[in-house]
């Protein structure tokens, strides 16, 4: 808008204040000449009366007299007066009687008196002309200073006019200025001349607001590059995720969806909308109700939603999607459901594999221990409800470790995946056939009436398993033995009928294999002899007297000096000799002894190398092997600290080996615990490397010193390609990541030399040294030092 003189304020207010005040007196100048004229002709009426009351009784007695002379000449005298123009006088008989100008048109007005006589009787009336030469007069000096008045008041109001005009000249620039400001390209706003007025006070907020709108405008124009970078970002994010927006008002289903969710569906964004029933068609059709029961709840329940579902796109193919929605609210108050889709068909493959991974042997995918279990309490609950039997069976190749060592592992893996194929096809599609580990598989077999049913499959797998297997040129015969526990007979306990029927199945081998056996109480003597272990051992845990630690130096293959030494414990069984760990660490790991134990074996390795130390020798890094309950106790580092503090022994003596299985049992929680050893200072290693199959990926993550290379894998390189090419590349990997190499079951000197050749740093095995007790390892490790001490010295004459 535009701002001229008939629209300002300013000037209509100028020109109502002009007009008001000319008004004003003008009417008071009207009032004022109307107050002086009657003011004046009531003084000039007063005047006249006191003239004639001066002269009326000389009047009146002239006229009572009837003296002509005597009353004309009064008469004369009063029009004498320079007031009056003319008088007339009316008697009552005679004519009038008029001297002066009485008739004069000069005359301001006229009085009429009446004249008495001393009676009071009227005898004449008497009119007098006023004159209106004085008034006149003095009316042309009156107006003359009236206009002299209004005159300098309206210069003193063209003058306020012209001074507030002024004032108002900043206010119609700040109004043109403000009218041209831009945002986009905004200057400060600046006046001229002025005062510390109210136009001031205005110009300088407008000024501020110029000051606040320019950086508001700076502020908004970062934000909008903020948001635009933002927003680029969050589609690059999208398009790296497969990640798409969208939203549906909950009412008439409108939708609005990203750039990226069209690209997620394979259509053209320059297409058609994308609306609800489009979305609805790529969704799997068994998924549909699914997900608009999802998006209904939210609308009703207010809750979010998270939902796995697949879809189709327009390029046809399936992909796994998750969806995650939640209810918003517009500024006008509608309701809409606001999420994303995102692409996880990897993830959910990536998934899938780990479930495989978990829940299936890697080698015949055959489901594992861990679902067999699951399965079996499913079915016991089933057969309970139904009352019905079925059948567990314990499978165990005969002669499988001939088959490794004579053939090796190779071959042994393709008879495994063969033995799985065969059962397959020798049993039913409801039952489970699982593979728990080496040569040992279990069946489960539901829905049986008697134990003949279970004698005709258990018949059927014998027969199956000992046909003929050929590979290539190799033919070999097998036999399998097999245990049977049947629910609810033996058990209705999923753990006890696998035990009762492992029990069965080394009652079978005992009985000359390639038989299978069910169940009976007498089998459980087995059971009881671990039920009697276990509490002997509890009995033993209480002195800890029966058990000591031998010991198995590490030797460097280089220099051929004693680096270190395992701690391996023995129970010095009181009636039956020595009881080695695989016999009864299981039952102390199964208990929970073996944290005790554990503990016991810390103390005694740190007591050894405070004992070295306390001799003058530099003492050997000694190695405690950690069990996998041990390793998952909250109490581990408190016991470690504990043990370090009280021999003051320094950390880097002490190292911990931990199984690559044990390990990998859980990530997170591994590499939480490695790391708190590691920050101890204790060195940690990785024992029976190469048997855990997936932890190559997660080694890198690792804050380990050693790896220990699985004696498996060294005892058969020699003659077995496949292990030897595993070694290599076990030693490739660690030392492309910095850490040491370690070799278990070194037997021979081809061993010794084959390994160095291939870059490992220490050797272990009973090419060295078997497991001995303190005393033997003390001797040994002197004797190292003097021949290291004297190797040394010979070599530095050599040089010399």
Known sequence: MKLTIWNSLASKLLFSLAFFSLLLVFGLAYVNTKIVISGYKKQLQELVEQKIDFMLPQLSDALHNDKQLLVEEQLIRLSSAQVINGVRLLRNHGRPLVVGNFGSSHRLFTLALPVTNINGEIIASMDVAVSDRNFRSMMEQYFQFLAAIIAGYVLLVLLLLRLLYRSFLPLRELTRKLEAFDPSHPVPIELRDTSANEIGMIAEAANKMSDNIIHHADFMNELHKEIEEGRQHLKEAQQIARMGSWRIDTQTHDCSFSDQMYVLLGLPMDGMPLTWEALLNVIEPSQRQAFIRALENTAQTHTPFRLMHKLVNAHGEAMHVLTEGKLSLRRDGKAFISGITMDVSEQAESQQMIEKLAFYDPLTNLPNRVLMQDRLQKA???????????GVLFLDLDGFKNVNDTLGHTLGDRLLKEVAERLKRTLRDSDTISRIGGDEFIVLLPLINSEKDITIVAKKMIDALQERWEFGDK??????????????????????????????????????????????????????????????????????????????????????????????IRWNHPKIGTVYPDDFIPVAEHTGMIIKIGEWVMHEAARRIEQWRASGIVPLKLAVNLSGRQFG??????????????????????????????????LTESLKVLHQLRDLGVGVNIDDFGTGYSSLAYLKQFPVDTLKIDKAFIMNMLDDQDDRTIVESIVSLSKAMGLKIVAEGVESIEHVRLLKKLGVDYGQGYFFSKPVPFGQLDRMYRNNLVKMKTLRESERREAV
């Open 475 to 568: 033919a070999i015969f097998t036999t399998t033995s097999i245990g049977v526990a049947i629910y609810p007979d033996h058990s209705d306990d999923a753990d006890t009928l696998i035990k009762f029927a492992d029990t069965a199945m080394y009652k079978a081998k005992e009985d000359g294999r390639n038989r299978y056996r069910f169940y009976d109480t007498t089998m459980g003597e087995t059971i009881r002899k671990k039920l009697q272990v276990e509490h002997e051992m509890r009995e033993a845990i209480e002195t800890m007297e029966q058990f000591e630690l031998y010991y198995q130096p590490k030797i460097s293959l280089r220099t051929g000096a004693i680096t270190g030494a395992e701690a391996l």
């Open 633 to 666: 106790s909250p109490l581990l580092l408190h016991q470690i600290r504990t043990v370090l503090q009280r021999y003051d022994i320094k950390p880097e003596y002490l190292e911990f080996e931990v199984t690559e299985s044990v390990s990998m049992i859980s």
């Open 380 to 390: 016991i609950k089933d057969a309970n409800r139904r009352g019905e039997k079925l």
